[in-house]
């Protein structure tokens, strides 16, 4: 029986049909047990799923919610279980029940992820299928989550963009629109006062939570050993903090990433990556980062998600670096990959309005909040560029299958005479060429105004002085960054702009006065500290694109390998 209930996308390869021969492979690192009809291989939350390979009989897989099953998948002979959770050692987020009896192969995660680094044609096939489910899932919105939120909150943007960059399937429920959300609230005793409100697995109500009780709710980082000596802690999952993982696991070292929010930092925020090499036609920051974050999985990396470094401690080795948590990480060598986040514009009441109204990415879910109206986008830089592109462009409405235009225009505004300093000359023939898009040299935004969210916009032209007020009530602000530099508690030399200085960069008076204790001069990307490296964004003098950072990344491993064998 191969019958899955429900079309997929890309059918064969979501569900494929092992060989004899590749399950006679798979069968050296598991055991062959019998299934009765009705018992149940996992379930929903599980912590430590196995993974089954089935060899007669059928299962049936499911998700649980609301005392209802949603089908997912049925699977006979020659087929198999899971999706990525089960390489990333997280929770399952469905139900296998054995629906007619027989026989299956079962492997438990060490086996499954020995097998996945050992077996490159099975790892692709497997790798392929568990993120074609994982895509299913998000798609259709069968998870282990439901958010109950209004969309005019901060709060439920910032957790919607939580669960969407950590990839994890969820159901939205909107307060003001959604008929089913008063039954779910009178259900578990919450008033629309206390949204957004996370219901996970159906059990634990989560009023307002932070990322970090959201990740330990959803087991995030269940499986991730906090107490062991690592070799190698990465701090920051962008596009430089995961390259490091992947080349770092990849070849043999013992890795922990932690990450404040979501795999992908800056890249996973925008909506198009069109100039990394290898994707002509472009891939999404978040489609990237879901792909590098599950490769560095793969091979074998933990990736800690809501865990921040809060503070560095240098002086001892191993190093350690105390998170928002508490606990305290260890290791021998640290690569600091926190990259950097926009600039925030001198404004009042900017506070007020962010995520109300001023927003830092530009990616689908902002553009559903703009709900086709006008926008803003302030910067003169490649993302700025991007967002306006993306924001006054078209996507399908879900009901109709019909393109409608994101926004109805686009205002860029930019303090300098014009672009074409600061912007790849692509971006700028295409904003030229988009009638929605209307360009404003020598402009900036000089006040705010609103209640609950933003509704008013005055911006001033700096040649002329002329104060222009619009009834504009989403801005987007990319206007140059600022280096995520606070937690290194002045442990490394930094430049005036707050950038970790590396390599040769370091002068002869940085290195007196940081005490640098070696006879060797730093390597490269080596900071004032023998053993701590900074790459991508963050680092003093780097070029501010993923190519760039990814080179870093994974070329530091190269220097860790030096550093840890000194
Ligand atoms: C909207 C947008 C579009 C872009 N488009 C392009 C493009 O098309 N092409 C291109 O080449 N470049 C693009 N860029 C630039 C590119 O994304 C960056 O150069 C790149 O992401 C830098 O990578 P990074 O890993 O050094 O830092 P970041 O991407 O900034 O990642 C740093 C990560 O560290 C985490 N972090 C920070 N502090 C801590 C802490 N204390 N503890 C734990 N984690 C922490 C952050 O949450 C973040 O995830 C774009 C940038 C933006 C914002």
Redesign the pocket.
């Known amino acids: 029986m191969s019958a899955v209930p429900r079309q997929y996308e890309r059918q064969a390869q979501t569900f494929p049909t092992l060989s004899n021969e590749q399950i006679a492979r798979i069968a050296r690192h598991g055991r062959m047990r019998q299934t009765r009809h009705g018992e149940l291989l996992y379930d929903q939350g599980t912590e430590t799923a196995s993974f089954f390979v089935v060899i007669s009989g059928a299962l049936d897989i499911v998700r649980p919610h609301k005392n209802r099953e949603d089908p997912i998948a049925v699977l006979g002979p020659g087929q198999f279980t899971g999706e990525i959770n089960l390489v990333t050692g997280r929770r399952s987020l469905a139900r296998a029940r054995v629906i007619e009896a027989g026989e299956v192969l079962e492997l438990d995660g060490d086996a499954l992820r020995a097998l996945v680094q050992t077996d490159s044609e099975l790892s692709e096939l497997f790798m392929r299928a568990f993120i074609l489910r994982r895509m299913n899932l998000i798609q259709l919105g069968l998870g282990d989550v439901v958010l109950i939120g209004s969309h005019h909150s901060p709060s439920t943007l910032r957790l919607r963009e939580f669960l969407m960059r950590n990839g994890h399937p969820h159901n939205y429920v909107d307060v003001e629109g959604d008929a089913d959300a008063e039954k779910i609230l009178h259900h578990f005793g919450i008033g629309v006062e206390d949204v957004p409100v996370v219901i996970c697995r159906g059990e634990v109500v989560l009023r307002n939570p932070t990322f970090e009780q959201v990740a330990d709710c959803l087991g995030l980082n269940a499986a991730i050993d906090v107490e062991a000596v690592r070799d190698l802690l990465v701090?920051?999952?962008?596009?430089?903090?995961?390259a490091a993982a992947v080349y770092g696991a990849s070849e043999g070292l013992d890795v922990l990433v932690?990450?404040?929010?979501?795999?992908?930092?800056?890249?996973?925020?925008?909506?198009?990556?069109?100039?990394?090499l290898g994707f002509p036609t472009g891939i999404s920051?978040q489609a990237l980062a879901g792909r590098a974050f599950t490769q560095a999985e793969k091979f074998g990396a933990d990736v800690a998600i809501a865990?921040?470094?809060?503070r560095l401690r240098c002086t001892e080795r191993p190093f350690s670096v105390q998170l928002s948590t508490g606990d305290v990480v260890r290791a021998r060598a640290v690569v600091i990959?926190?990259?950097?986040?926009?600039r925030k514009l001198p404004l009042e009441r900017l506070a007020d309005f962010e995520g109300a109204g001023v927003y830092y990415?530009?990616g689908p879910m902002e553009a559903q909040v703009c709900g086709g109206e006008e926008v803003i986008v302030v910067g003169g830089g490649?993302?700025a560029g991007?967002?306006a592109t993306f924001l006054a462009g078209t996507e399908k409405d879900p009901k109709t299958g019909e393109d409608v235009p994101r926004t109805t225009h686009v205002h860029m505004l930019v303090r300098s005479t014009g672009l074409a300093q600061s912007m790849s000359r692509y971006l700028i023939r295409r904003i030229e060429e988009i009638p929605n898009i209307t360009l404003r040299t020598r402009t900036e935004i000089v006040k705010l105004e609103g209640g609950q969210r933003l509704e008013r916009v005055t911006w001033k032209d700096t040649a002329t002085g002329e104060l222009t007020t619009v009834p504009i009530q989403h801005v987007f602000l990319?206007t140059g960054a600022v280096p995520?530099t606070a937690?290194l508690s002045g442990c490394l030399v930094l430049d005036d702009k707050g950038f970790i200085k590396t390599g040769q960069d370091l002068g002869a008076d940085d290195l007196a006065a940081a005490g640098w204790p070696l006879a060797r001069p730093p390597l490269l990307f080596e900071t004032s500290r023998p053993g701590i490296f900074a790459?991508?964004?963050?680092r003093a003098g780097?070029i501010?694109?993923?190519?760039?950072?990814v080179g870093e990344?994974s070329v530091c491993v190269q220097l860790v390998h030096r550093l840890l064998a000194e």
Do not use: C
């Not at 701090?235 to 995961?242: D, R």
């Not at 790459?535 to 963050?538: A, H, I, L, Q």
């Open positions: 701090v920051g999952a962008g596009p430089a903090g995961l932690l990450e404040t929010h979501a795999p992908g930092g800056q890249a996973g925020a925008s909506s198009k990556i069109e100039n990394y920051g865990r921040s470094a809060a990959a926190s990259g950097a986040q926009y990415a530009a490649n993302s991007q967002a990319m995520k937690w790459v991508g964004d963050v780097s501010k694109r993923v190519a760039a950072a990344g």
